[in-house]
């Protein structure tokens, strides 16, 4: 889904959980919620469910029946890696004005194509 090869690896553990379908309404870590703020409508906030679960948009179309284009796939994950690596940079940097712009849902990433 990227221009570098990136390896997944199916656990048994991701075979529970898809199984149960416990990613539909799986609770999303307190430290993540702000995430939702910058995924509006319903299916893009079943992309951050599943991505944070899974860590791939590998089979997201067939575990959830939601049809979805690969290409926007890819930019809803760029989104949403863009927005983790730039919290967790603010958070060691200690830069808890950008911390809190992030969690705010005020924050302004630069876009990449």
Same mark, same amino acid.
């Given at each position: 889904m990227s221009s570098t090869h990136e390896v997944f690896i199916w656990t048994p553990e991701m075979d529970l959980v898809f199984?149960? #379908?416990?990613f539909f309404d799986h609770? &999303? @870590?307190r430290e993540k919620e702000y995430l939702f703020k910058y995924f509006d409508s319903k299916l893009q906030r079943q992309f951050v469910r599943y991505f944070l679960l899974f860590r791939s948009p590998r089979n997201f179309t067939d575990h959830t029946g939601l049809r979805v284009q690969p290409l926007w796939l890819r930019k809803l994950r760029k989104k949403?890696?863009?927005l983790e690596a730039? @919290?967790?940079?603010?958070?060691?940097?200690?830069?808890? /004005?950008? &911390?809190?712009?992030? /969690?705010? #849902?005020?924050?302004?990433?630069?876009? @990449?194509?």
């Amino acid at each position: 889904m990227s221009s570098t090869h990136e390896v997944f690896i199916w656990t048994p553990e991701m075979d529970l959980v898809f199984i149960s #379908g416990d990613f539909f309404d799986h609770p &999303v @870590h307190r430290e993540k919620e702000y995430l939702f703020k910058y995924f509006d409508s319903k299916l893009q906030r079943q992309f951050v469910r599943y991505f944070l679960l899974f860590r791939s948009p590998r089979n997201f179309t067939d575990h959830t029946g939601l049809r979805v284009q690969p290409l926007w796939l890819r930019k809803l994950r760029k989104k949403l890696n863009a927005l983790e690596a730039a @919290h967790a940079a603010a958070k060691k940097s200690f830069d808890t /004005e950008k &911390v809190a712009l992030i /969690e705010q #849902g005020k924050y302004k990433a630069r876009k @990449h194509g």
